[in-house]
């Protein structure tokens, strides 16, 4: 079945350092993939999204690039903020077959940003 | 902006006790679903809802779970008779679309005691 894998936090940055979070998945056909961000105390928003191979997705200074030669999806950002802490999780979503839009998530990082 | 709302935001219930989670999704979607989150672990899928029909379900969602569309805009999570492992956030999500993103609602805490 389909998985996504994130890389292991939680991740603690100083204001303005460079931001990676890792994510790769395994899904048949060509899944959607998505970053989603859970502030303290909120639901989950979406961040960003990608549709298709190469696609790069693109929101509030965060980025991440469709990456099918590698199965991968990571999360960056040049300079964080304070207000970037958060808990962001990886996600994809299947296209055809059996999926009934069902979204996989992968196990969430926990980013802290320090002034 | 059109959201998806949870209500109640927070429940508490004794174990064995009926509980009923609700869900407004967004007015023009098609798709709805259920998720929970146990504390701490990642966020799990339940159920997926179209047409008026469960579309797909996960192993968690057993015959203790069931889901309903009452009016045109109200969506449930029914839990029959919650088990202390039940205690969760569970999230409401819509999409327009089965291939676009899904919108979520702020989640209900739901703590079984």
């Known amino acids: 079945g389909d998985s996504v894998t994130q890389m292991e936090g939680p991740v603690t940055l100083s204001e303005e350092a460079f931001l990676t979070i890792n994510c790769t998945y395994t899904?048949?056909?060509?899944?959607?993939l998505f970053w989603y961000v859970q502030y303290p105390g909120e639901g989950l928003q979406l961040l960003l999204k990608a549709t298709k191979a190469d696609d790069k997705g693109s929101n509030k200074g965060f980025e991440a690039t469709y990456r099918k030669e590698t199965t991968s999806f990571h999360l960056e950002k040049g300079s964080v903020q304070v207000s970037d802490s958060a808990v962001y999780f990886c996600?994809?979503?299947?296209?055809?077959?059996?999926?009934?839009?069902?979204?996989?998530f992968g196990q969430g990082t926990i980013l802290t940003v320090h002034p | 902006e059109p959201e998806v709302t949870q209500t109640p935001s927070h429940q508490v219930t004794q174990m064995g006790q009926e509980v009923i989670l609700r869900c407004v999704p967004i007015s023009n979607h098609l798709y709805f679903y259920w998720y929970r989150q146990i504390l701490g672990q990642k966020v799990e899928f339940l159920v997926s809802f179209y047409n008026n029909e469960i579309s797909e379900k996960s192993e968690i969602f057993d015959d203790q779970f069931s889901v309903e569309r009452p009016d045109g805009s109200n969506f449930t999570l029914k839990i029959r008779s919650t088990k202390l492992e039940d205690s969760a956030m569970y999230f409401c999500?819509?999409?327009?679309?089965?291939?676009?993103?899904?919108?979520f609602g702020q989640g209900t805490r739901l703590t079984v005691v």
């Open positions: 899904a048949t056909g060509y899944p959607s």
């Open positions: 996600a994809l979503k299947g296209t055809g077959g059996t999926s009934y839009g069902k979204l996989t």
């Open positions: 999500a819509s999409s327009d679309d089965i291939n676009t993103e899904a919108f």
